[in-house]
């Protein structure tokens, strides 16, 4: 694929750009496969997910850092930045998908449960599967609605700040 040209002088978001993006899914895809695994294996993608969200915090406030020089005011725009990144991320990538995640798996287990004489493998299985293919159809809806949320809450506060893409 070739790039446009006004992607070209554009740098590359190593958060948000390259499939490191996807590390930021690790608990909804945990979530999804809860019937499956052991609960601290879920755990664990949680703190993949976080891991994921510091990260791209810090890295926005190296950013911010960097774009403000010595400037009056750089120590706020660089919390400012870390903290509209971080609330950010752990809602539209971590608390909200995880949440919704666990609650259409549990929904779908019990309704299986109900409905359905499977095997109880067969149902968690089917269970597993609907938790994954729900994934794709979450992500825009969150994002749009955290947007949404933190222009409407904590912008307001510091005064805008960087919108996620």
Aim: with cysteine; glycine share 6%.
């Amino acid at each position: 694929m070739k790039p446009k040209p006004e992607d070209e002088g554009k740098k590359v978001d190593i958060y948000r750009d390259t499939w490191v993006r996807f590390l930021g899914y690790a608990n909804e895809v945990g979530e999804a496969f809860r019937a499956l695994v052991p609960v601290s294996m879920v755990w664990a993608s949680y703190a993949v997910a976080m891991t994921y969200v510091s990260a791209d915090a810090v890295d926005k406030g190296k950013k911010a850092a960097a774009a403000h020089g010595d400037n009056p005011g750089k120590t706020t725009r660089i919390a400012v930045a870390v903290v509209d990144t971080f609330v950010w991320q752990a809602l539209a990538s971590v608390a909200i998908p995880g949440f919704t995640i666990n609650r259409v798996c549990a929904a779908s287990l019990y309704l299986l449960n109900k409905t359905t004489r499977w095997p109880l493998p067969v149902r968690k299985w089917t269970t597993t599967a609907i938790g994954l293919s729900t994934i794709p159809f979450i992500i825009t809806p969150i994002d749009r609605s955290v947007d949404f949320l933190l222009d409407s809450s904590l912008r307001k506060v510091y005064g805008g700040g960087e919108k996620h893409e």
